[in-house]
């Protein structure tokens, strides 16, 4: 399978994330529009960064971080916390996470964030002590 690989936001709605959301995690009803545009597009630190995969012009997984700016001996440090990522059940087990999780990273590092904290659930945790 050949994926296409993009910014958040540039090929994918809000609609979009809560839908592969609903199929991805069953029930969950907090990754919704409204909640989606606060954080993505309203945090006062700055806007998502991260990347989406699509097979075939459909949203098949999704990685976002958040800026965050934390303060230590009273400097600024740019940083992010790692927030949403669904695969769509279809696309499980292809290395998306990872390659979309390194493309963030990429661009992260690019923009000067310093660091990027995340806390990881038992799907992911794997992937982020092995990666």
Same mark, same amino acid.
């Given at each position: 399978? =050949?994926?296409? &690989?993009?910014?958040?936001? /540039?090929? #994918? =709605?809000? =609609? /979009?994330?809560? %839908?592969?959301?609903?199929?991805?995690?069953? !029930? $969950?009803?907090?990754?919704?529009?409204?909640?989606? /545009?606060? @954080?993505? %597009?309203?945090?006062?630190? !700055? *806007?998502? @960064?991260?990347? /989406?995969?699509?097979?075939?012009? *459909?949203?098949?997984?999704?990685?976002?971080? @958040?800026? +965050?700016?934390?303060?230590?001996? +009273?400097?600024? &440090?740019?940083?992010?916390?790692?927030? $949403?990522?669904?695969?769509?059940?279809?696309?499980? +087990?292809? !290395?998306?996470?990872? *390659?979309?999780?390194?493309?963030?990273? +990429?661009?992260?590092?690019?923009?000067?964030?310093?660091?990027?904290?995340?806390? #990881? %659930?038992?799907?992911? @945790?794997?992937?982020?002590?092995?990666?």
């Amino acid at each position: 399978m =050949s994926y296409k &690989i993009l910014p958040v936001l /540039d090929n #994918a =709605s809000l =609609s /979009d994330y809560e %839908n592969l959301f609903k199929k991805s995690f069953p !029930g $969950n009803k907090k990754l919704n529009v409204k909640y989606l /545009d606060w @954080i993505y %597009n309203q945090n006062p630190h !700055g *806007k998502v @960064i991260g990347y /989406d995969a699509f097979f075939e012009n *459909k949203l098949a997984a999704h990685y976002a971080v @958040i800026p +965050r700016i934390y303060k230590f001996n +009273r400097q600024k &440090i740019l940083s992010a916390l790692s927030l $949403n990522t669904a695969t769509h059940p279809n696309h499980q +087990r292809k !290395g998306l996470f990872t *390659k979309l999780a390194k493309q963030t990273y +990429r661009t992260c590092e690019n923009r000067g964030i310093k660091f990027v904290l995340g806390v #990881a %659930n038992q799907n992911s @945790i794997f992937v982020f002590e092995k990666k």
